[in-house]
C-alpha cells in the first residue's frame, strides 16, 4: 500500500475523506471543509497521509508540528482513520511508518494524541506500534 502525502486539492480526494471522517466520528456531516483541505494541504507545518486503493483514499491522517519550549518539536495526530472494508491489511501500519518517516525528517521525538475510550481496536494498533497511555484530562473551550 503506498501511502503520499497530498500536496494539491482534489474534489474526489474531499469526498473519501469525507467518508472517512464518518467512520471516525459517527455525527460528522461528510462534507470537508474545502478551504480548510486546502489550508492544511498548504501549510508546511501539517501533512496529510493518504493511502489509496487504486485512486480512492482508503486511510488518512493528519499530522501537525507545533513547537513548544519544553518538549522542543511535537508531532500532533489530530485524525488517524481507516476505511472498515480494508482493515488489517496493513493500511494503517503503512500510514504510521509514513508518520514516523516524516517525524524523523523533521527531528521530532514526541507523537501526542488522543483516542475516543471507546475505539479499542485502535487503542490495541498504538500499543503494538509502542505508544504510552498517558493518565490525563482533556479540556475544550470552544471558541464562537
Given amino acids: 500500500m503506498k501511502v503520499e502525502i497530498l500536496r494539491e486539492f482534489r474534489e474526489a480526494d474531499a469526498t473519501d475523506l469525507g467518508e472517512l471522517m464518518c467512520e471516525l466520528k459517527p455525527d460528522f456531516a461528510g462534507e470537508i471543509d474545502a478551504k480548510m483541505l486546502r489550508e492544511i494541504i498548504a501549510s508546511p507545518h ?3 497521509f493518504a493511502a ?3 485512486s480512492r483514499i482508503v486511510g488518512v491522517a493528519i499530522l501537525s508540528e507545533i ?3 519544553a518538549d522542543g518539536r511535537i508531532a500532533y495526530l489530530s485524525c ?3 476505511s472498515a472494508h480494508i482493515r488489517s491489511r496493513g493500511v494503517g501500519s503503512a500510514i504510521w511508518d509514513a508518520m514516523l518517516d516524516w517525524c524523523a ?3 521530532i521525538k514526541l507523537m501526542e494524541f488522543t ?3 471507546t475505539r479499542a481496536a485502535a487503542h490495541n494498533f498504538y500499543l503494538k506500534k509502542g505508544c504510552q497511555i498517558y493518565d490525563t484530562t ?3 473551550l470552544l471558541l464562537t
Wanted: charged letters at 35%; glycine letters at 0%; hydrophobic letters at 45%.
Fill in 46 to 48: 501539517h501533512a496529510i
Fill in 52 to 54: 489509496r486503493d487504486h
Fill in 67 to 69: 513547537l513548544d519550549l
Fill in 80 to 82: 488517524f482513520a481507516t
Fill in 105 to 107: 525528517a523533521r527531528e
Fill in 115 to 117: 483516542s475516543n475510550k
Fill in 138 to 140: 482533556v479540556f475544550k
